[in-house]
Structure formats: structure tokens, C-alpha cells
């Protein structure tokens, strides 16, 4: 399996921040890379797609780069709405595993 | 508007099989894959595998030998059958459609299950 693995597990931050959160494949995975965003109770949402696609509907602020084993999300400028947790996930080859998540906190 | 739909028995005894269902409105149940992912009490989302009507599934090795994934295209619902679980298995259990580019664009609210006697 293609361990996924996230930096870092938590971070705090405050409204208007810049947050990078880091994502590392254990073998390459191209850009077959998902991220996704969870709030407390609620099911995870699509944020980016092919490593750096900005899915319809998700604020510009969201930003996605890498290929092959390194990627990250960075929020270029986190609203109160940003505080919670995210998830990589790489579907390059199966089992298409989640990273361990990082949570955004004030 | 694609929505999603888990239901399911709660709770499940030990040893036994563990069957969800996933109601889906909004899109054709027949042209898409359909994961399901679970997510334990920890945190951590687990993808379980993805299914194709008429087509092989693909799924975790860790779960393959327990696992059978299937749909009823009349009533536009999915089923996930876990047999032989344990307390391992307790966790939320999502549906969700997966979009080009493999990434799963709408999910369900999920389906707590907790393996007890």
C-alpha cells in the first residue's frame, strides 16, 4: 500500500493566516492526489483534485501544488469557516489511502 | 442534486455481518464507481474499495476476504456487507460518487455502526 503521510497533524492559526499543510507519498503517486476538508460532524468535502484542479464551487484561497511524492494545500488567507480538518488522499493505485489528517485550530 | 443516503442496523454483534445501504437520488446508479470509506473513532478515513455495476469492483485488501459490495438498480441502492466483524469494525461509514479524475464528489452523511455484544 502507498503510505500517505501529513504535516503537520495540527496547527493553530487565526483568521487571515497563511496555512501550508504538507502531504508525502511513499512512492510516487503522480497527480493523483485528492484533498479533502472535514468540520466537526459532517461528511468530508472535495476541496482540490489532480493534486492542483480547484473544484467547482471552492474559494479561490485554496490552493494545491505537487507531483509525484510531495504536495501541499496551502490557505492563502483562512476564514473562520477554514477551522477543520483536512485529508489527502492519493488514488494512483489501490487501496487509494487517506493521509492521517490535519487539523486547523484557533 | 446528487444526494446520498446510509442506513443501516447500528449496532451488530460480534462475529456477525455488518449491511448498509446507500440510497442515491440525483444521478444514474449505473454510470458511476461508488466508494464507500469508513472512519473510526480516532479519525482516520479508511477507503474500503469502489463499485461498478457490470464492471469488477476494486477494494482494500485489508477487508477483500469479508467484503462483498453490490447494488439493486431498482430501488437506486447500494449495499456494503461486512461478515465476520469485530470491534475493529466500529466506525462511520460513508457512500460516496466518484467523479473523473477519481475524486469522490458527493458523500452521504454516514452511518455510525458499533460492533458490541
Known amino acids: 500500500d502507498i503510505q500517505m503521510t501529513q504535516s503537520p497533524s495540527s496547527v493553530s492559526a487565526s483568521v487571515g493566516d497563511r496555512v501550508t499543510i504538507t502531504c508525502r507519498a511513499s512512492?510516487?503517486?503522480?497527480?493523483?492526489l485528492v484533498w479533502y476538508q472535514q468540520r466537526p460532524g459532517k461528511a468530508p468535502k472535495l476541496l482540490i483534485y489532480?493534486?492542483?484542479s480547484l473544484q467547482s464551487g471552492v474559494p479561490s484561497r485554496f490552493r494545491g501544488r505537487g507531483s509525484g511524492t510531495e504536495f501541499t494545500l496551502t490557505i492563502t488567507s483562512l476564514q473562520p469557516e477554514d477551522f477543520a480538518t483536512y485529508y489527502c488522499?492519493?488514488?494512483?493505485?489501490?487501496?487509494?489511502?487517506f493521509g492521517g489528517g490535519t487539523r486547523v485550530e484557533v | 442534486q446528487v444526494q446520498l443516503q446510509e442506513s443501516g442496523p447500528g449496532l451488530v454483534q460480534p462475529s456477525e455481518t455488518l449491511s448498509l445501504t446507500c440510497t442515491v437520488s440525483?444521478?444514474?446508479?449505473?454510470?458511476?464507481?461508488w466508494n464507500w470509506i469508513r472512519q473510526s473513532a480516532g479519525g482516520g478515513l479508511e477507503w474500503i474499495g469502489r463499485?461498478?455495476?457490470?464492471?469488477?469492483?476494486d477494494s482494500n485488501p485489508s477487508l477483500r476476504s469479508r467484503l462483498t459490495m453490490s447494488a439493486d438498480t431498482s430501488k437506486k441502492q447500494l449495499s456494503l456487507k461486512i461478515k465476520s466483524v469485530t470491534a475493529a469494525d466500529t466506525a462511520i461509514y460513508y457512500c460516496?460518487?466518484?467523479?473523473?479524475?477519481?475524486?469522490?464528489?458527493?458523500w452521504g452523511q454516514g452511518a455510525l455502526v458499533t460492533v458490541s455484544s
Open positions: 460516496a460518487r466518484e467523479m473523473a479524475g477519481r475524486r469522490l464528489e458527493d
Open positions: 440525483g444521478a444514474s446508479i449505473n454510470t458511476y464507481y
Open positions: 463499485f461498478y455495476i457490470g464492471v469488477n469492483s
Open positions: 512512492q510516487s503517486i503522480s497527480s493523483w
Open positions: 489532480a493534486a492542483a
Open positions: 488522499q492519493q488514488s494512483s493505485s489501490f487501496p487509494h489511502t
